[in-house]
């Protein structure tokens, strides 16, 4: 499978855990991007990587979440002190460049208890 | 800031009707304008990429066209099938530092009876 992949599908977790998920984009695609969606609403804009750099962070993206790209391939999203207004479906996409395609993952979704 | 809105938020057809779906929005500074479909609990899957130098692309019985100067683009859906029933979403990524962030609306909820 040449896809976007994400680990884990599904997370139950209690408040105040920390949560880390992990993000595969398609192989020699520059760009990978954070998205989380809640019911009923389109997909919110978390953060991107350019490489292994992180260009952007939306507002959504408070303390307690933190993104890595360490070396140019997969990303891991991980949420500090989780608290149940994070409970969503948390997305990853990669394009081969700004100009491309998206292509997005399964998702992951976290639920807090 | 971009705001995109989708209109009808919902639509049930019998199948075989053809349809409309409609995408507005605010910045007309885009490179281009993807439409995605997602099933329920699933991720989305692309469907079409319109370049902004283009007025439409067409795949198999889905056609998108592109009016950037009205901020305004359909997907017309031809020949419509039970297995077309899926939530879609358009995303018009402004140019400039945000260019490639992708901004959705709520999407349009389609259900086609058999």
């Known amino acids: 499978d040449t896809g976007v992949s994400q680990n884990p599908r599904h997370k139950i977790t209690k408040r105040g855990q920390n949560v880390t998920f992990r993000c595969d984009p398609i192989?020699?695609?520059?760009?990978l991007y954070w998205y989380r969606q809640t019911l009923g609403q389109g997909p919110e804009f978390l953060t991107y990587?350019?490489?292994?750099?992180?260009?952007?962070k939306s507002r959504l993206l408070s303390d307690r979440f933190s993104a890595e790209r360490p070396k140019g391939s997969f990303s891991t999203l991980e949420i500090q002190r989780t608290e149940q207004g994070d409970s969503a479906m948390y997305l990853c996409?990669?394009?081969?460049?700004?100009?491309?395609?998206?292509?997005f993952g399964p998702g992951t979704r976290l639920t807090v208890l | 800031k971009q705001e995109v809105t989708q209109i009808p938020a919902a639509l049930s057809v019998p199948e075989g009707e053809n349809l409309v779906l409609n995408c507005s929005f605010t910045?007309?500074?885009?490179?281009?304008l993807q439409w995605f479909r997602q099933d329920p609990g699933k991720g989305l899957t692309s469907l079409l990429l319109?370049?902004?130098?283009?007025r439409e692309q067409t795949s198999g019985r889905l056609n998108a066209s592109l009016d950037k100067s009205s901020g305004r683009s359909t997907l017309y859906i031809a020949a419509s099938q039970p297995g077309d029933s899926a939530t879609y979403l358009c995303?018009?990524?402004?140019?400039?530092?945000?260019?490639?962030?992708?901004?959705f609306g709520q999407g349009t909820i389609l259900t086609v009876h058999p």
């Open positions: 996409a990669s394009s081969l460049s700004q100009e491309n395609e998206q292509f």
């Open positions: 192989s020699e695609h520059n760009r």
């Open positions: 990587f350019q490489n292994e750099a992180q260009l952007e």
């Open positions: 910045d007309s500074a885009i490179y281009n």
């Open positions: 319109i370049q902004s130098s283009q």
């Open positions: 995303a018009p990524p402004p140019r400039g530092t945000s260019y490639g962030k992708l901004t």
